[in-house]
């Protein structure tokens, strides 16, 4: 590792041993990367105080890189977080709390230096007051009430402060409204956090929000986390904006996923003008913040629980690489079966496009130009996208009804009903297959299968000749008896041919026959976009 401008303490011999340790090229070099830098106390800051690092590295480079910044950037403490914040001079603003106590404001009158950052904290609990200072809202626990308090409470900053200290000050506002567990432990712990910010002095304003489920078991608990997870998001904001991937990593800091759940993720403002939010919300799945995620089809991130709560719900699970006239009409055909079933409500069920974790890491690593193509194509069709780590469909099932009691619809192609009948998908469960379908098909959920036409054999694969492992067709009859499983009837035949993998191949060879295969508007963004090698023929004078 070579160092311009080194610090002026003498670098330890133990810092060229890493540096030898990074021209390695063995699959152990990870691991004595890591030993190494734990032997050596206090060797970040010498990192730090370099203004450039110049690395050289061999083919393991990006393995090298990730482990050589976790060396550098140590993680802080929630106390330490505070801190910094409290004694950064250009820093100052408003922390405004709504339910589980005023957990977040309280780490920075604890760790001290408050005076120099905290301007104003409030706590209006009671609805009226809130309703008074922040405008009516329908719910006390909403993002319209997080983003009319966020607005509030730093236009006032701004409206005092802005004159007098202004040219050295960065303002911001915190505010968070949240339904912790109550006495009796019947309500659903949940929260929105936000924070609105000025990344330098006279700047315009940028804002996070998130949702988060509390997922501890006492109230105590819960509040401790919410004031931890508080800290991080505005620490994020304030020392980490240049960079939301590193930002969202911190923001279960001295947390886990066992206690705080973050669903959706929001980044608006001047410092955020370049983030793609349905990236952010692929990467809450990615990073385990959260095991789904939501967005509509103009790319704005969706909180599940306000999109899904107390609705039906139709699902198909694909690839859509790319979107074909197949998968509309599988979604199409489903809807009008899903709506005409008896005991349906009035007001239409959610549509939701899946595209599990599983499908878009089907190539080991995750290609992000690939999964905007496909939310780009499905936004072009007017669809709502939920990303999710559940590639088990009863963990799927179980995921939908955290937010309804309303029936649920699952669509698929005959071939995959096929691999849902595949026990060596259940050889984790304790009761295999068996113990899959008992949790997949509680509560009236029904799969809507769509048929398909095979080529060889020139016949239509439907339920009723569905191959089926024979120790396993009584479970499939009695399903079919029940009526769990249903063909859908009002199906296009010209669409039934049609599949990815083969318009996939037609757009790489410049066949132009694919265009009569997708939807128009997905025809134009893939063309427009030049996704999946799409190329413009060049005419020859």
Same mark, same amino acid.
């Not at 909180?303 to 006239?325: H, Y």
């Not at 088990?392 to 995959?416: D, P, V």
């Given at each position: 590792?070579?160092?311009?401008?080194?610090?002026?303490?003498?670098?330890?011999?133990?810092?060229?041993?890493?540096?030898?340790?990074?021209? +390695?090229?063995?699959?152990?070099?990870?691991?004595?990367?890591?030993?190494?830098?734990?032997?050596?106390?206090?060797?970040?800051?010498?990192?730090?105080?370099?203004?450039?690092?110049?690395?050289?590295?061999?083919?393991?480079?990006?393995?090298?890189?990730?482990?050589?910044?976790?060396?550098?950037?140590?993680?802080?403490?929630?106390?330490?977080?505070?801190?910094?914040?409290?004694?950064?001079?250009?820093?100052?603003?408003?922390?405004?709390?709504?339910?589980?106590?005023?957990?977040?404001?309280?780490?920075?009158?604890?760790?001290?230096? @408050?005076?120099?950052?905290?301007?104003?904290?409030?706590?209006?609990?009671?609805?009226?007051?809130?309703?008074?200072?922040?405008?009516?809202?329908?719910?006390?626990?909403?993002?319209?009430?997080?983003?009319?308090?966020?607005?509030?409470?730093?236009?006032?900053?701004?409206?005092?402060?802005?004159?007098?200290?202004?040219?050295?000050?960065?303002?911001?506002?915190?505010?968070?409204?949240?339904?912790?567990?109550?006495?009796?432990?019947?309500?659903?712990?949940?929260?929105?956090?936000?924070?609105?910010?000025?990344?330098?002095?006279?700047?315009?304003?940028?804002?996070?929000?998130?949702?988060?489920?509390?997922?501890?078991?006492?109230?105590?608990?819960?509040?401790?986390?919410?004031?931890?997870?508080?800290?991080?998001?505005?620490?994020?904001?304030?020392?980490?904006?240049?960079?939301? %991937?590193?930002?969202?990593?911190?923001?279960? %800091?001295?947390?886990?996923?066992?206690?705080?759940?973050?669903?959706?993720?929001?980044?608006? /403002?001047?410092?955020?003008?370049?983030?793609?939010?349905?990236?952010?919300?692929?990467?809450?799945?990615?990073? /385990?913040?959260?095991?789904?995620?939501?967005?509509?089809?103009? &790319?704005?991130?969706?909180?599940? @629980?306000?999109?899904?709560?107390?609705?039906?719900?139709?699902?198909?699970?694909?690839?859509?690489?790319?979107?074909?006239?197949?998968?509309?009409?599988?979604?199409?055909?489903?809807?009008?079966?899903?709506?005409? %079933?008896?005991?349906?409500?009035?007001?239409?069920?959610?549509?939701?496009?899946?595209?599990?974790?599983?499908?878009?890491?089907?190539?080991?690593?995750?290609?992000?130009?690939?999964?905007?193509?496909?939310?780009?194509?499905?936004?072009?069709?007017?669809?709502?996208?939920?990303?999710?780590?559940?590639?088990?469909?009863?963990? +799927?099932?179980?995921?939908?009804?955290?937010?309804?009691?309303?029936?649920? /619809?699952?669509?698929?192609?005959?071939?995959?009903?096929?691999?849902?009948?595949?026990?060596?998908?259940?050889?984790?469960?304790? &009761? &295999?297959?068996?113990?899959?379908?008992?949790?997949?098909?509680?509560?009236?959920?029904?799969?809507?299968?769509?048929?398909?036409? %095979?080529?060889?054999? /020139?016949?239509?694969?439907?339920?009723?000749?569905?191959?089926?492992?024979?120790?396993?067709?009584?479970?499939?009859?009695?399903?079919?008896?029940?009526?769990?499983?249903?063909? +859908?009837?009002?199906?296009?035949?010209?669409?039934?041919?049609?599949?990815?993998?083969?318009?996939?191949?037609?757009?790489?060879?410049?066949?132009?026959?694919?265009?009569? +295969?997708?939807?128009?508007?997905?025809?134009?963004?893939?063309?427009?976009?030049?996704?999946?090698?799409?190329?413009?023929?060049?005419?020859? @004078?």
């Amino acid at each position: 590792m070579h160092c311009e401008n080194s610090v002026s303490k003498p670098i330890p011999e133990m810092i060229f041993d890493l540096s030898k340790v990074l021209q +390695l090229n063995s699959p152990s070099t990870t691991h004595r990367l890591r030993k190494s830098v734990k032997t050596v106390k206090n060797t970040s800051y010498l990192f730090r105080r370099c203004q450039k690092v110049d690395c050289l590295f061999d083919n393991r480079q990006a393995q090298i890189r990730s482990v050589t910044i976790m060396a550098t950037e140590e993680k802080l403490s929630t106390h330490d977080k505070a801190l910094r914040i409290n004694l950064d001079p250009r820093r100052y603003g408003s922390i405004a709390e709504i339910g589980a106590g005023q957990e977040v404001v309280r780490w920075f009158f604890r760790v001290g230096g @408050a005076a120099g950052t905290i301007a104003k904290s409030i706590s209006a609990y009671d609805m009226k007051v809130s309703d008074a200072i922040y405008g009516k809202c329908e719910r006390y626990v909403c993002r319209p009430r997080l983003e009319s308090m966020l607005k509030y409470e730093q236009d006032l900053n701004l409206e005092r402060l802005k004159s007098e200290r202004g040219d050295t000050t960065a303002f911001f506002t915190f505010a968070d409204t949240v339904s912790a567990r109550n006495y009796h432990g019947t309500n659903e712990c949940h929260g929105w956090l936000g924070v609105r910010f000025q990344a330098h002095p006279r700047d315009e304003d940028s804002q996070i929000i998130i949702h988060v489920r509390m997922l501890d078991r006492t109230n105590a608990l819960q509040q401790e986390a919410l004031g931890i997870a508080g800290v991080n998001l505005l620490y994020g904001a304030c020392m980490l904006h240049h960079n939301p %991937d590193l930002l969202m990593e911190s923001l279960l %800091d001295n947390l886990g996923i066992t206690r705080i759940e973050i669903d959706m993720i929001q980044f608006t /403002g001047i410092e955020f003008r370049h983030v793609d939010n349905r990236l952010m919300s692929l990467k809450l799945v990615q990073l /385990g913040l959260s095991n789904a995620a939501m967005f509509g089809p103009e &790319g704005e991130v969706l909180q599940p @629980a306000e999109t899904l709560r107390k609705r039906p719900i139709l699902v198909e699970r694909g690839s859509f690489r790319p979107v074909t006239n197949t998968n509309l009409d599988i979604l199409h055909s489903a809807y009008e079966q899903f709506c005409r %079933d008896p005991g349906m409500k009035e007001g239409g069920a959610v549509q939701l496009m899946e595209i599990t974790m599983n499908n878009l890491m089907a190539t080991g690593e995750i290609d992000y130009r690939d999964f905007l193509a496909r939310a780009d194509m499905l936004g072009a069709c007017g669809l709502t996208v939920l990303v999710s780590n559940y590639f088990e469909y009863y963990r +799927l099932a179980e995921y939908l009804r955290r937010y309804t009691q309303e029936k649920i /619809g699952i669509t698929m192609g005959a071939f995959s009903l096929e691999q849902l009948f595949d026990e060596k998908y259940y050889s984790e469960l304790g &009761g &295999g297959i068996l113990e899959s379908f008992g949790r997949l098909f509680k509560n009236d959920l029904k799969l809507y299968i769509y048929p398909y036409k %095979d080529k060889k054999a /020139g016949n239509l694969v439907a339920t009723d000749n569905l191959e089926i492992a024979e120790d396993l067709r009584q479970l499939y009859g009695h399903l079919l008896q029940r009526g769990c499983i249903e063909d +859908l009837e009002n199906y296009q035949e010209d669409c039934l041919a049609i599949f990815s993998r083969e318009v996939l191949s037609k757009i790489g060879a410049n066949d132009d026959s694919w265009e009569k +295969l997708v939807p128009p508007s997905v025809a134009e963004v893939i063309k427009s976009r030049h996704y999946f090698g799409y190329q413009v023929e060049e005419v020859v @004078a």
